[in-house]
Structure formats: structure tokens, C-alpha cells
């Protein structure tokens, strides 16, 4: 024992004297010839110094060696197991003994052993990436994509009708916007009203806007209009039978959210002092087929008299008369049976050319003072007898059918 303390004070005053630049733990081959140099140059003592093989491990718990930086002979024994201490550089810049090692030792060891779990834990994530992968897209041959083209895909559509579907503007002032220079279609001024756009694919701007790419939803409606309002959204001196529908535009995006709010119109036009049907749209296709003299579409009318009516009088409006230079010849006249709540008596009137004011010129050439005039059948559909003024209904596929829409697309319409 007294061997190994004179030992240990020759190792603590060979490196107080040393300057070491290692900066790792030193191996028990570095102690032993640092501590055989120190002993050969400062004494003429010799020590033979040997390593003991490791002892083996017991049952119980072997006691920690104490840490002590400030002192250089920190020496720790079991039985005859000699422990090497750990030679570190302390915040003064010498060389002191320890048996533990160094915290900044221990800290890399744990970032190493951390470093090494979170690359394996990647590499895992990244082959279960690899083996599940993206699944391609599925090709159809050409005969599915014409098939698909030409039953289901909107084909491309005129600029000017595009701008009027999207709520822009009437298909007039559309095109205005468009011969203005005020419209761009891919970043460029488009001035052709024919243009062929798809508004998914191609980028429309209108005065700095964008138009959307997705169309809002057909929207097809009955009104029963009540006296007083005239159907056009362009006067702001009369009451316009537009304003009827604000509580109808108000909740668009709640039923239909992502839509843009849809640009209502009548198809067709009742006088002022007119009531009764008709129909409001925003698609200009169906507004033109329905209202478009080749359709034939019969309408039937309600005329309330001042003053009694006799058959010349029935004689002289089913000859018909003449307007803006066409004879107009009405398809049916008849005389209503008198009601106890009606004290005036009624015609009733069924016309197909529908022009401006026919029903009062026909009454008018008769002889007949109109009271009052109502429209209560367009074709097949008959305005709901329960429709209250200034109320409206959606139409649902039966509907349009008895109106004579002959469109391939009635599923978009919702019942």
C-alpha cells in the first residue's frame, strides 16, 4: 500500500509540472508511462507497477468513487482492484484527477446514443413512405375520355356569356365590359365578345377582379308577381320584382357555400299592373329556348271586365288584331261562370306569340275596359294556387319538363 501512495504522489506532481493537449480521458497506457517517466526523471525509487486483472462482478452494489476536482489524489480502492482515474483540465486550465468521468463526456455520449435512435426511427418512416408511395392515377383509354367530354364536361362557352353566368353583368353590359378593354382572359385584354373561354381552366379578370373558376348553380323559380313591380333590374325608379329575391341571395352562401352568388333575371316580362307567373332564372340558355317564339309555349290569362260582356264581344277578340304590324290571333276565349266572392266578370285568354301588350290590345279592340290581368299557366306548369303575392317556389324537374326544357343537365337541378 505504501508502494501505491508513493506511486499515485509521483503521477500528481508529473502532471501538475506536464502541459497535456489531449482533451479525451487518457488510456492506462498514457498513465503508465507518464507515471514510469515522472518516476525515472524525479527519483531513483523504482515501482513496478502492474495492472490486476478485473475483478468479478458481486451480487451487491459496488460503491461509487467520490468526485473531488481540487484534489489531485483522488484514489479509490476494492479489495485489490486498482481504478485509473480520469485526468481532466479543469475551468483554471490544470490538469486534475477524478474517478468519473467528465459531464462533458457523458452529455456527447447521450447526444450520440440519441442522434442514433432518431436516424433509425427516419429511416424507418421513410421505407414505409417508400413501400406505400402514391397511387398513380388511373388512365382510361380515349373512347371513356370523348365519352366523359361529351355526355359530362361543360364544353367551353362564349366570354360574354361566361361574364353574365358569373353575376358580372347582363349579357349587354358583359359585353360592353369587353369591347372597353376591361376584361383579360390569361393576361391578356380579350375584346371579342365570341370568345371561347372554360372558366376552370382559363384565368378571367374583370376591372382588376377574378372571376371565379367555379360557375354557381343553375337556379330555376316561380314568382307570383304582384302589382306594381316590373320585371328589369336596370330601373331604380320603379320597384323591380328583383327585390324580391334579396332574402334568396342573402343565404346563397350558406346552401351553397363556395358558389358565387348567382345574377338573377326574368325570362320573358309582365306589364307593371300585371300579376301571376313568371319565371326567374340565371340560366340564359333556358331563358332563351322558353321565351324564343319556336317554342310555342301557350300561356294562359285571367282578364278581370268592368261592365257586362256579350258574344260580339267574344267574336271580336278571338278574330284577333293587329300588332306592330302582325295579325295576332289569340288560341282560346273564354267566358268564366260568375262567382259569389267575383262580382266582376272574367276571361279567360290563351295566347302563344306572346307579344308586348297582346293580351290589353286584343281586350282593347273588343271594346272590353280591363280591370285587371293575370297570367296563371306558362306551357304545362300552372302557377300553385297556394303561391301567395310576391312569394316564389324552385322548380323541380317535372316542372321544367312541362315548360319545355329540353336540357340533358335537369339532374343539376335539385327537387
Same mark, same amino acid.
Given at each position: 500500500?505504501?508502494? !501505491?501512495?508513493?506511486?499515485?504522489?509521483?503521477?500528481?506532481?508529473?502532471?501538475?509540472?506536464?502541459?497535456?493537449?489531449?482533451?479525451?480521458?487518457?488510456?492506462?497506457?498514457?498513465?503508465?508511462?507518464?507515471?514510469?517517466?515522472?518516476?525515472?526523471?524525479? %527519483?531513483?525509487?523504482?515501482?513496478?507497477?502492474?495492472?490486476?486483472?478485473?475483478?468479478?462482478?458481486?451480487?451487491?452494489?459496488?460503491?461509487?468513487?467520490?468526485?473531488?476536482?481540487?484534489?489531485?489524489?483522488?484514489?479509490?480502492?476494492?479489495?485489490?482492484?486498482?481504478?485509473? #482515474?480520469?485526468?481532466?483540465?479543469?475551468?483554471?486550465?490544470?490538469?486534475?484527477?477524478? &474517478?468519473? #468521468?467528465?459531464?462533458?463526456?457523458?452529455?456527447?455520449?447521450?447526444?450520440?446514443?440519441?442522434?442514433?435512435?432518431?436516424? /433509425?426511427?427516419? +429511416?424507418?418512416?421513410? %421505407?414505409?413512405?417508400?413501400?406505400?408511395?402514391?397511387?398513380?392515377? #388511373?388512365?382510361? &383509354?380515349?373512347?371513356?375520355?370523348?365519352?366523359?367530354?361529351?355526355?359530362?364536361?361543360?364544353?367551353?362557352?362564349?366570354?360574354?356569356? =361566361?361574364?353574365?353566368?358569373?353575376?358580372?353583368?347582363?349579357?349587354?353590359? $358583359?359585353?360592353?365590359?369587353?369591347?372597353?378593354?376591361?376584361?383579360?382572359?390569361?393576361?391578356?385584354?380579350?375584346?371579342?365578345?365570341?370568345?371561347?373561354?372554360?372558366?376552370?381552366?382559363?384565368?378571367?379578370?374583370?376591372?382588376?377582379?377574378?372571376?371565379?373558376?367555379?360557375?354557381?348553380?343553375? =337556379?330555376?323559380?316561380?314568382?307570383? /308577381?304582384?302589382?306594381?313591380?316590373?320585371?328589369?333590374?336596370?330601373?331604380?325608379?320603379?320597384?323591380?320584382?328583383?327585390?324580391?329575391?334579396?332574402?334568396?341571395?342573402?343565404?346563397?352562401?350558406?346552401?351553397?357555400?363556395?358558389?358565387? +352568388?348567382?345574377?338573377?333575371?326574368?325570362?320573358?316580362?309582365?306589364?307593371?299592373?300585371?300579376?301571376?307567373?313568371?319565371?326567374?332564372?340565371?340560366?340564359?340558355?333556358?331563358?332563351?329556348? !322558353? $321565351?324564343?317564339?319556336? %317554342?310555342?309555349?301557350?300561356?294562359?290569362?285571367?282578364?278581370?271586365?268592368?261592365?257586362?260582356?256579350? /258574344?260580339?264581344?267574344?267574336?271580336?277578340? %278571338?278574330?284577333?288584331?293587329?300588332?306592330?304590324?302582325?295579325?295576332?290571333?289569340?288560341?282560346?276565349?273564354?267566358?268564366?261562370?260568375?262567382?259569389?266572392?267575383?262580382?266582376? #266578370?272574367?276571361?279567360?285568354? =290563351?295566347?302563344?306569340?306572346?307579344?308586348?301588350?297582346?293580351?290589353?290590345?286584343? =281586350?282593347?279592340?273588343?271594346?272590353?275596359?280591363?280591370?285587371?290581368?293575370?297570367?296563371?299557366?306558362?306551357?304545362?306548369?300552372?302557377?300553385? $294556387?297556394?303561391?301567395?303575392?310576391?312569394?316564389?317556389?324552385?322548380?323541380?324537374?317535372?316542372?321544367?319538363?312541362?315548360?319545355?326544357?329540353? &336540357?340533358? /343537365?335537369?339532374?343539376?337541378?335539385?327537387?
Amino acid at each position: 500500500m505504501a508502494t !501505491i501512495a508513493a506511486a499515485v504522489a509521483a503521477a500528481s506532481s508529473a502532471f501538475t509540472s506536464l502541459h497535456l493537449t489531449r482533451a479525451t480521458p487518457y488510456t492506462r497506457r498514457h498513465i503508465h508511462t507518464l507515471i514510469t517517466s515522472s518516476l525515472s526523471s524525479s %527519483s531513483s525509487t523504482e515501482f513496478n507497477i502492474t495492472f490486476a486483472p478485473p475483478k468479478p462482478k458481486l451480487n451487491k452494489p459496488e460503491p461509487s468513487l467520490p468526485r473531488n476536482p481540487n484534489s489531485n489524489s483522488d484514489i479509490a480502492e476494492l479489495g485489490d482492484q486498482l481504478y485509473i #482515474p480520469w485526468i481532466v483540465r479543469d475551468e483554471k486550465g490544470n490538469l486534475t484527477l477524478q &474517478s468519473t #468521468p467528465p459531464a462533458r463526456l457523458l452529455h456527447d455520449m447521450a447526444n450520440a446514443s440519441t442522434s442514433k435512435k432518431n436516424n /433509425k426511427k427516419s +429511416k424507418q418512416i421513410a %421505407s414505409k413512405a417508400a413501400t406505400v408511395g402514391p397511387t398513380a392515377e #388511373p388512365k382510361y &383509354s380515349k373512347a371513356a375520355r370523348r365519352f366523359y367530354n361529351e355526355n359530362f364536361r361543360d364544353p367551353p362557352q362564349r366570354l360574354s356569356k =361566361v361574364l353574365a353566368a358569373s353575376g358580372v353583368a347582363s349579357r349587354r353590359s $358583359s359585353e360592353e365590359l369587353i369591347f372597353q378593354g376591361r376584361v383579360t382572359v390569361n393576361g391578356s385584354v380579350c375584346k371579342t365578345p365570341q370568345t371561347k373561354v372554360d372558366p376552370a381552366r382559363d384565368v378571367i379578370y374583370v376591372n382588376g377582379n377574378r372571376l371565379p373558376k367555379k360557375l354557381p348553380s343553375k =337556379v330555376y323559380l316561380a314568382l307570383n /308577381k304582384p302589382k306594381g313591380y316590373i320585371c328589369s333590374s336596370g330601373e331604380k325608379e320603379t320597384k323591380s320584382v328583383m327585390s324580391l329575391f334579396d332574402n334568396f341571395v342573402k343565404s346563397w352562401d350558406k346552401r351553397h357555400p363556395g358558389q358565387p +352568388k348567382p345574377r338573377l333575371f326574368t325570362v320573358g316580362r309582365l306589364d307593371v299592373a300585371t300579376t301571376g307567373l313568371i319565371i326567374v332564372t340565371n340560366d340564359g340558355e333556358f331563358a332563351h329556348q !322558353i $321565351s324564343h317564339p319556336s %317554342s310555342n309555349l301557350s300561356k294562359e290569362y285571367i282578364a278581370t271586365i268592368d261592365g257586362e260582356i256579350h /258574344k260580339r264581344h267574344l267574336i271580336a277578340i %278571338s278574330e284577333g288584331t293587329v300588332i306592330d304590324g302582325v295579325h295576332c290571333t289569340p288560341d282560346a276565349v273564354e267566358l268564366l261562370p260568375r262567382q259569389p266572392d267575383v262580382p266582376r #266578370p272574367r276571361l279567360r285568354i =290563351v295566347v302563344h306569340e306572346g307579344r308586348n301588350h297582346e293580351v290589353r290590345e286584343l =281586350v282593347k279592340n273588343a271594346g272590353l275596359q280591363l280591370r285587371a290581368l293575370k297570367r296563371i299557366r306558362i306551357g304545362g306548369f300552372r302557377l300553385p $294556387s297556394d303561391l301567395a303575392l310576391g312569394k316564389h317556389v324552385e322548380l323541380n324537374q317535372a316542372n321544367l319538363r312541362a315548360l319545355g326544357w329540353k &336540357s340533358q /343537365k335537369l339532374d343539376e337541378v335539385k327537387t
